[in-house]
């Protein structure tokens, strides 16, 4: 029986899931097992699906569903799934003919219940590849093949990897108890911080072992409409909020939290609405800093560690974790934002 479940969400990306579809079947099919979720897909998608698994009988398992978004499927397939393992491959991305094995190879020789790897960046209509560590190589240094126990200061580190889920094998357990929002994008970010907060070990290793296509129009990564800056607001609100209810989370979890709110602040300069959809985000942007409020003496030691804010701006961070402070503070920067 296979031991790995390649779960592939499928929306509107019949162009590119063929080459997909063809990368995993490389895979060992003693070792993997690929189930295809249509969700509620407008295109040809189904008809792509149905094709391969009529000359793949048995390798395929064809899920088609009404659409719920991302974090439906996620929430499906593990439920679903009947493998201790599982990695989610995006179906405008692939993965090299040995990704599953080795990545496998390192779950059961190290007992990790996450495992990474490294990827490729691609690019539309050229041959092009930029390696990419999969996490921030300007903070950490991760060492390949070295376990990272839960607890220790060196786990700390896995907190700077890239959320995405390109090249990561997740044991089953840990993503079976998250609630994962639906109708939203960034749903992938809620697998793996939420996943990772709850591994006992955890294993990374160099090999590029996906193929990421950064640049596909629509890609999530690189929308900035009101509907895809909302679904990240309440995505990240829902991983503080799940979170929270853990019984371990390492201080440095919470200052990650924040650094994705100055990003989500960051993009808000770029959002293209109305001013009442600008302020609306705002409003609930405002809400995800509240959830952080709580946390701040974990946050701040970190923050000034790896802050790289000018004077005023730290200040005026710091100020909107204080309670006292925190809501003022935002409304001066919601004001020069709407203000533009």
Same mark, same amino acid.
């Given at each position: 029986m296979?031991?790995?479940?390649?779960?592939?969400?499928?929306?509107?990306?019949?162009?590119?899931?063929?080459?997909?579809?063809?990368?995993?079947?490389k895979q060992d099919p003693e070792e993997a097992v690929i189930m295809a979720v249509n969700d509620g897909s407008p295109d040809n998608s189904v008809q792509i699906i149905q094709e391969y698994t009529e000359r793949y009988p048995g390798r395929i398992r064809f899920i088609d569903k009404e659409n719920g978004g991302y974090g439906s499927v996620l929430e499906l397939a593990v439920r679903e799934m009947d493998t201790p393992y599982f990695l989610v491959c995006d179906?405008?991305?692939?993965?090299?003919?040995?990704?599953v094995h080795t990545l496998l190879e390192l779950a059961e020789k190290t007992g990790a219940d996450l495992t990474v790897g490294a990827k490729n960046f691609v690019y539309h209509g050229t041959d092009r590849k930029?390696?990419?560590?999969?996490?921030?190589t300007a903070f950490v240094k991760l060492k390949p093949q070295e376990v990272y126990n839960a607890g220790t200061d060196a786990f700390n580190d896995l907190l700077f990897i890239d959320p995405s889920p390109h090249a990561k094998l997740y044991r089953r357990e840990l993503a079976k108890d998250i609630s994962f929002l639906k109708k939203?994008?960034?749903?992938?970010?809620?697998?793996?911080y939420l996943s990772l907060l709850k591994a006992e070990k955890a294993v990374y290793t160099d090999r590029a072992l996906a193929?990421? @296509?950064?640049? $596909?129009?629509?890609?999530?990564?690189? *929308?900035?409409?009101?509907k895809a800056m909302r679904g990240q607001i309440r995505v990240f609100t829902a991983i503080a909020e799940q979170a929270a209810a853990y019984p371990s989370v390492p201080d440095i979890f919470w200052y990650r939290m924040f650094e994705s709110y100055k990003y989500m602040l960051y993009q808000m300069r770029t959002v293209s609405g109305t001013p009442e959809e600008k302020?609306?985000?705002?409003?609930?942007?405002?809400?995800?800093?509240e959830k952080l409020?709580?946390?701040?003496?974990?946050?701040?030691?970190?923050?000034?560690?790896?802050?790289?804010?000018?004077? @005023?701006?730290? $200040?005026?961070?710091?100020?909107?974790? *204080?309670?006292?402070?925190?809501?003022?503070?935002?409304?001066?920067?919601k004001r020069k934002i709407l203000e533009g």
């Amino acid at each position: 029986m296979a031991k790995v479940t390649i779960v592939v969400p499928i929306y509107n990306v019949e162009q590119y899931l063929r080459a997909c579809f063809d990368s995993l079947l490389k895979q060992d099919p003693e070792e993997a097992v690929i189930m295809a979720v249509n969700d509620g897909s407008p295109d040809n998608s189904v008809q792509i699906i149905q094709e391969y698994t009529e000359r793949y009988p048995g390798r395929i398992r064809f899920i088609d569903k009404e659409n719920g978004g991302y974090g439906s499927v996620l929430e499906l397939a593990v439920r679903e799934m009947d493998t201790p393992y599982f990695l989610v491959c995006d179906p405008d991305d692939t993965i090299t003919e040995d990704a599953v094995h080795t990545l496998l190879e390192l779950a059961e020789k190290t007992g990790a219940d996450l495992t990474v790897g490294a990827k490729n960046f691609v690019y539309h209509g050229t041959d092009r590849k930029d390696y990419d560590a999969a996490y921030n190589t300007a903070f950490v240094k991760l060492k390949p093949q070295e376990v990272y126990n839960a607890g220790t200061d060196a786990f700390n580190d896995l907190l700077f990897i890239d959320p995405s889920p390109h090249a990561k094998l997740y044991r089953r357990e840990l993503a079976k108890d998250i609630s994962f929002l639906k109708k939203v994008g960034y749903t992938d970010n809620m697998l793996f911080y939420l996943s990772l907060l709850k591994a006992e070990k955890a294993v990374y290793t160099d090999r590029a072992l996906a193929d990421y @296509l950064v640049d $596909r129009p629509g890609n999530t990564m690189t *929308d900035v409409s009101v509907k895809a800056m909302r679904g990240q607001i309440r995505v990240f609100t829902a991983i503080a909020e799940q979170a929270a209810a853990y019984p371990s989370v390492p201080d440095i979890f919470w200052y990650r939290m924040f650094e994705s709110y100055k990003y989500m602040l960051y993009q808000m300069r770029t959002v293209s609405g109305t001013p009442e959809e600008k302020q609306e985000l705002l409003d609930e942007l405002y809400g995800f800093v509240e959830k952080l409020i709580p946390h701040r003496q974990a946050v701040i030691p970190w923050y000034d560690r790896y802050s790289a804010s000018r004077f @005023l701006e730290k $200040r005026r961070d710091k100020a909107l974790l *204080d309670p006292a402070k925190s809501a003022r503070t935002f409304t001066g920067i919601k004001r020069k934002i709407l203000e533009g």
